[in-house]
């Protein structure tokens, strides 16, 4: 049987929706779209380098749970309602997926609330270990 299991971050918006922040199903994580709340005292930055900051660490705090790290992202999805706040945060994600190249899209679209810039969704491939089963 494959391991499935989910993983909460804390943030007011996974109880009062009803989802996780990721979902590990056997070897696959599916991140969900994050954006660049701070989940301890959701709060959110005007910036938009900022907010692509925090998310990556919301982001990485889900990977690191589920036994994985951004090197293990084999897809990105990038979501913004200005496609002018786009370039701004490229130094910011060529850092974090540069030597990765995982594949990615940006879309235009509106969020769930006008103080987000952005919004990310990974997914990755756990590492093959011991507590892995094999297909």
Not at 22 to 44: E, L, N, P, R, W
Not at 68 to 76: G, K, L, N, T, Y
């Amino acid at each position: 049987m494959t391991e499935r299991r989910a993983i909460l971050s804390g943030s007011t918006f996974e109880e009062e929706i009803g989802y996780a922040r990721a979902v590990v199903d056997g070897d696959q994580v599916h991140v969900s779209g994050t954006t660049g709340f701070d989940y301890a005292t959701m709060t959110i930055s005007d910036d938009v380098v900022e907010q692509v900051e925090q998310c990556l660490r919301n982001i990485g705090a889900a990977l690191a749970e589920a036994g994985c790290s951004f090197a293990d992202v084999v897809r990105v999805r990038y979501l913004l309602p200005d496609r002018a706040d786009f370039e701004p945060c490229w130094p910011t994600l060529r850092r974090c997926f540069g030597d990765v190249r995982p594949a990615a899209t940006m879309l235009v679209c509106g969020l769930a609330d006008p103080r987000m810039k952005l919004e990310i969704e990974v997914y990755a491939r756990r590492p093959a270990g011991p507590d892995i089963r094999p297909r």
